[in-house]
C-alpha cells in the first residue's frame, strides 16, 4: 500500500465540501486501492451519524438522514469494489508506536489521541502517503516522514 486515508479524508469524499475535489482527485489518481483502518471505518461512521444529530438538533451544519444513508452507501460500494482496503494491524505495535509518537511530539504541538492514533495506523502499514484534511495530523504524519498531499506545502516550520 502507498496511502493512508483518515477520517477528514473520507468525510471529504463522501460529503461535498470546498476541498472535495482534490479528496476525488486522489482516489480516482491512486495505482492501488487506498488504505483505511477498522478504527477509522467505524470513526467515519460515527461521524457521519453525528452529523445526523447535529441537524436534528438545529445545528447549520450536519447532514439529513438520506445524505447520511446515501454516502454510507456509497463507501459500502466503494469497500466491495476496492476503492478502500482495510488494514489488518497488530493492536499492540500500533499502540506502541501511538505511545512513542505522544512522548515525541504531544507536550509540544497538543496532538490529540486520535491524531496519534490514525499517523500510527499509518506508520504501522508501512504507507508513504498520508491523506487528511487534518492540518495538525497532517503535521504529525510529515515529522514522521510521510508525505501529505491534501495539505502539502507545510514547509519545516511546520513541523
Known sequence: MSAFADTSFLFTFYFPREASARAVEAVQSAAEPLLI?????????????FEVFLRRNGQPRGLSEVQAQTGLAAFELDCEQGVWTTAGLQWERMMASARELSFKHTARTGCRAF???RVASALASDVRTFLSFDLTQCKLAQAEGLAVPMIEPLGPEAA
Open 115 to 117: 491524531d496519534l492514533l
Open 37 to 49: 483502518t477498522a478504527l477509522v471505518d467505524f470513526e467515519f461512521r460515527q461521524a457521519v451519524w
